[in-house]
């Protein structure tokens, strides 16, 4: 089935158990925002594609990886985890405006995502946040992660 990508389930099958999607192609489920995803990087593709031979090879471990995706835009760097969908809320804990720091992107108080933006080796950080899945206010995240 085609769905944003060929839809696989946590093991990364398809309809069909005897064939598996990874990468780009992959609209799977991102168990950690209950919710099927197609994500477009590297990292990504990296390791679904270690996952789906695994569980080719007999491993049956279902996805539990929160992939991340970063760029470089001449003097910006970001990273971001999670979903950072610009229609989400959003609260910016700036350290230079609009240069360096971090957005959180937030549904119904729990923050989904993070984008950071010139603030590195921060990712695993930003995913325990999302992990947590609790309920805070914006001006509580001030200074979360440095």
């Given at each position: 089935?085609?769905?944003?990508?060929?839809?696989?389930?946590?093991?990364?099958?398809?309809?069909?158990?005897?064939?598996?999607?990874?990468?780009?192609?992959?609209?799977?489920?991102?168990?950690?925002?209950?919710?099927?995803?197609?994500?477009?990087?590297?990292?990504?593709?990296l390791n679904l594609g270690k996952l789906a031979g695994m569980n080719m090879a007999g491993a049956n471990e279902p996805l539990n990886y929160m992939p991340y995706f970063f760029s470089d835009l001449f003097e910006l760097g970001y990273e971001a985890v999670g979903d950072i969908n610009g229609e989400l809320e959003t609260f910016a804990d700036w350290q230079k405006e609009n240069d360096t720091g971090i957005i959180y992107y937030?549904?119904?108080?729990?923050?989904?995502?993070?984008?950071?933006?010139?603030v590195s080796e921060k990712v695993e950080e930003a995913r325990n946040l999302i992990l947590k899945n609790e309920k805070v206010k914006p001006e509580s995240l001030r200074g979360a992660i440095r």
């Open positions: 089935m085609t769905g944003n990508g060929i839809i696989v389930n946590e093991y990364l099958q398809t309809s069909n158990p005897d064939i598996y999607g990874a990468g780009d192609i992959a609209f799977s489920p991102y168990r950690t925002l209950g919710q099927q995803m197609r994500v477009e990087h590297w990292d990504n593709a937030m549904k119904d108080g729990r923050i989904r995502g993070i984008m950071l933006c010139n």
